[in-house]
């Protein structure tokens, strides 16, 4: 293993491991912070959880390791947050649930998917073209999106101002999402400049083909012996 790989592979540790410890799972104090706080704190909560989201910024890592400019990551990440918004207030409002292990391993399920994608899987094992990567982005948006609602709809919201208290988690979701993203953006595209790319961008995507596996196992692993 290079030097490079290495040091990444070690930062990878470094910046995950407190955010596997705390998850994005649905908490007492988040529930306290709910009940004791108005709008904003809902706001908060969706910021929260998608900061902690570490299966959903590491497939939007995955996203931006593909793009070339800064043009089209605010494109595609766009999309994807219209996939994910439509799923997370549409199926809350209407009280549209399933289980948050089956969704979180179709989510996991993404993270290998894009690092497999990246990685040239689909012409060097199947010999075909990658699918449509905006059509991609705004189905996986969408199952994305039903996981947050999943997470949402597990938290004791009343039908005092429902759709509001919706509405401002999705905004802190999205408010979220831009603050995780900034450093990732931020990180491939200087290490594009940098001839250890290559090293990097192939350790990078056999992470997540790997975070996708295990995430995958462990998901479906709590839905067997769940409670």
Known sequence: MGRVTFKFL???VFLFFPVFLFAH???D???AILNNGGL???IFVGAKHMVTGYDHLLFLAGVIFYLKNFKDIVRFITVFTIGHSITLIGATYLGITANEHLI???IALSVLYKGFENLGGF???FKIKSPNLLLMVLIFGLIHGF???TRLQSFEVGDHQFLAKIICFNIGVE???ILALIPIVFLITRWKKMKSYTAFYNAANTYLIIAGVGLFIYQIYGYIYGH
């Open 10 to 12: 070690v930062s990878l």
């Open 25 to 27: 799972g649905v908490s």
């Open 29 to 31: 104090s988040d529930q």
């Open 40 to 42: 904003l704190s809902y």
């Open 104 to 106: 979180d391993a179709v």
């Open 123 to 125: 012409e060097k094992l």
């Open 147 to 149: 996981g947050l609602s």
């Open 175 to 177: 408010l979220g999402q």
